[in-house]
């Protein structure tokens, strides 16, 4: 009988940490490299195979309009990971370590929640500059002690795809019994270069859209990219495989995300949509209704706060992103009106004088449902895509516009300099973005609506760019109308 008054305390104390830990899911979060929507074929695009992320989405919900904070790599991490825009986060100059005041999601799952936390794949992008890319740099962050994540952590690991399975094996064995986790898998697919030779689709069976040029070079670096897509897809198989082995698949909520746009033209480091909507799906068995999908806006800044109150967890209130806990749970919310994106350096490039925008650019722009309005802050910088700028699909369209037989709405759209400061685009016509609207008198309600919106977003992020011009004024869109000569 003693024996038993000893232990009643004992099992009620394990039973309230059962009780905890089931009360909390785990949370594994999978995010591809520049990976433009719709390229799954869940998302009904023909262009590539994703039996793998489909089987998720069958499972879940797909959303068809997430948008990341930003088109490149490390600002957009950024938002995912603190709730915040890039500009906000201070993380606009790529090669820029995350402030340690900086708080992110993970770290509060930890502190707030007792979650294991851990992050592994390809670089996560958030602690600075690579030391092959930048040494005088790295030398600087180093001795400045600026690299945090292995104290927002409880495992921190990069590494080359093949070892992902054993590393994700590697934090479950190390994982307490009595915590809930989670796990940020960072894959390296479909990030230029892209050589998945033997994933790659005819490139003659492709569908182009219409702002690429159709040729057989064009044809065939974007059977080159959906190679690389056909092959994350089995990537993402073997993490799913090691979950379930561990016994993990039913009480985890799956996140799978693109961190931002395809390197092409009008994509990664651009801000039309192929730069910034990205897939979502979402896998949380008993909560979210198998075969589900949703159309609302969601931002980058959003996943933060969404996954903080799946776990229970009240968003600390500098976070600026809105929960879509909601709609994952199939209930009404109020939807997002705007989005809002930045652009700002990219890599380590340094200025030069004839560099393209790939390097360099500063601009911002707010998307609704229907109309995006863009602000160009460095116009007089010519135009040049991400990454592919060696290949031989730009090439053959750099020539192209030099014989005069490019499309004009394409000329138009990469070889006029300078570029417009203002853009407006009416997405339901010209989901493109090719024919700009600015200053047109029949779209100006809707253009004050968008700029008067950008403007709140960049005073209260205390952006540090000039603030656009009142629609009409003496620097406003009336003025912006006047283009350059195509180069």
Known sequence: MRTLRFLLPVLALAASAVAATTSKPNILFLLSDDHSYPFLSCYGDTNVRTPNIDRLAAEGMKFHRLFTVAPQ????????????????????????????????????????????????????????SAPDRAPDATRIIDAHKLRTFKERMDYVETGAPAQTPARVAEFLSRKPANKPFFLWVNF???????????????????KLPPHWPDTLEMRKQLAAYCGEVNRLDRQVKDVLDVLAQRGFAENTLIVFAGDNGMAFPHGKGSLTDPGLNVPLVVRWPGVVRPGTESRALVSGEDLAPTLL??????????ITGVSFLGLLRGETRAPRKYIFAERGPHG???????????GFD????????????????????????????????????????????????????????????????????DPSELTNLSGTPGVAAVERELRLALMEKMITDYDYVPLPAPLGGADGASKSRKRGKGK
């Open 73 to 128: 790599c490390v600002p957009s991490r950024a938002g995912f990971l603190s709730g915040r825009s890039a500009v906000a986060a201070r993380i606009t100059r790529f090669s820029s370590p995350l402030a340690r005041d900086e708080i992110v999601f993970p770290e509060t799952l930890r502190s707030e929640a007792g979650y294991f936390t851990g992050v592994l794949g390809r670089s996560y992008h958030l602690d600075g």
């Open 188 to 206: 390296s697919d479909p990030h230029h270069a892209w050589d998945a030779k033997s994933d790659e689709p005819d490139p003659a069976s492709l």
């Open 309 to 318: 109150a799946a776990a229970g967890v009240a968003a600390p209130a500098r």
């Open 348 to 358: 380590s490039a340094p200025v030069t004088v004839n560099m393209s925008n790939s």
């Open 362 to 429: 500063l601009a911002r722009c707010v998307r609704s449902d229907r109309y995006k309005f863009i602000y160009n802050c460095t116009p007089w910088i010519p135009y040049g895509p991400v990454d592919s700028a060696s290949g031989a699909a730009w090439k053959e369209m750099v020539s192209a516009n030099a014989q005069g037989t490019l499309a004009p709405e394409l000329r138009r759209a990469y070889f006029t300099t300078p570029r417009e400061v203002y853009e407006l685009y009416d997405l339901e016509r």
